[in-house]
């Protein structure tokens, strides 16, 4: 079996920076993506907080990062990534279909959606529920969309909408938000979103389709009923770390814990991005973290061969 130098899993935003630096570096790169290259740049309709890019379409980007790493020789694989062990003096990385060992593992896998777990979510999944308003927004054209969530994804994503839905109400379960100033000043000053405060959703109804929230008040216990067709749910994320087979340092919610060479407690093993404990979590921290842990991997690499030759 191929012994890689770098094995990338996931191709967001920090896989592909990953990716060109290790590819950059002559080291033999391989990224694994189940979806398409991108990540969560293909949920995001436009990007304005990106050094050099006023303003610049998430998909664009994406494609722009991908040509950008394989033009320095990334390799990149569409196939679903269920477990990573590490085995001394490297890892062997098990796809559905294969395979794959490597001297260094850069675990950029970015995270999934948090659900509400409430009653009606599943069963509506696709049918009114959707977690990706760049995705699905345009199915609710002229109608009632409900978003949940107070976050920088739930604001920015309840102001996309406004260019399709004839109202937004934008549900959320205190009297703040934790999202950006600037993001909530722009979705306060359109006339289509009205936000209602102190409430969550605790059931989602309809016939087929989703046509109504029972929502209850945080404050008070008063239920209300709330006519809505589209459901956008914005809760937050839980990084996609499952596939780690030995044990790696986290924190209560999951996020791995690195040194300042983004590398884990296992010798090799870097993770970056969204799955990785850190203050915030944006494009431009994904890309820093992938920078030093490519750097990282390099200088790792370049060691273990040293001390290789040396033993020979
Ligand atoms: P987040 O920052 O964790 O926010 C989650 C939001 O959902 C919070 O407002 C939270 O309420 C609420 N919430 C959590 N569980 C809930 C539940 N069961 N029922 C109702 N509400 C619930 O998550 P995020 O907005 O997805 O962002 C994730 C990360 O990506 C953040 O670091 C964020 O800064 C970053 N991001 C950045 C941008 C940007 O800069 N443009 C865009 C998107 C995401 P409480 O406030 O009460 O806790």
């Not at 610049?56 to 269920?82: C, D, P, S």
């Not at 919610?253 to 203050?279: C, H, K, S």
Request: charged share 25%; net charge negative; glycine share 12%.
């Amino acid at each position: 079996m191929e012994m890689y130098d770098v094995i990338i899993v996931g191709a967001g935003p920090a896989g592909l920076c990953a990716g060109m630096y290790t590819a950059r570096f002559n080291l033999n790169s391989v990224a694994i993506e189940k979806g398409l290259p991108g990540g969560e740049l293909l949920n995001t309709e436009g990007i304005e907080d990106y050094p050099g890019f006023e303003y610049i379409r998430g998909a664009e980007l994406a494609e722009r990062m991908e040509n950008h790493a394989k033009k320095f020789g990334l390799q990149i694989l569409n196939e679903t990534v269920v477990g990573i062990k590490h085995h001394g003096d490297h890892f062997v990385v098990r796809t559905e279909q294969h395979s794959y060992r490597s001297l260094t593992v850069i675990l950029t896998a970015g995270g999934t959606p948090i659900k509400l777990n409430v009653p009606g979510e599943l069963e509506y999944a696709g049918r009114g529920v959707s977690y990706c308003a760049v995705c699905d927004g345009a199915f609710f054209r002229d109608q009632v969309i409900t978003v949940v969530g107070g976050g920088d994804a739930a604001v920015e994503e309840a102001h996309f909408l406004t260019k399709y839905g004839s109202k937004i109400y934008v549900v959320h379960r205190r009297d703040k938000f934790r999202a950006q100033a600037i993001l909530q000043q722009r979705l306060l000053a359109e006339p289509k979103v009205e936000v209602i405060w102190d409430h969550v959703v605790e059931g989602i109804k309809g016939n087929g389709e989703v046509d109504r929230l029972m929502l209850r008040n945080t404050r008070t216990g008063e239920p209300r009923e709330l006519k809505t067709s589209g459901l956008f749910i914005f809760v937050g994320f839980t990084p996609n770390t499952g596939v780690l087979e030995d044990h790696v340092e986290h924190d209560a919610n999951g996020y791995l814990i690195t040194n300042e060479r983004m590398e884990t407690v296992i010798p090799g093993l870097f993770a970056a991005g969204d799955v990785r404990v850190q203050l915030t979590r944006q494009i431009t921290t994904a890309v820093g973290d992938a920078t030093t842990a490519a750097v990282a991997a390099e200088k790792y690499i370049a060691k273990l061969k040293d001390a290789m030759t040396v033993g020979k």
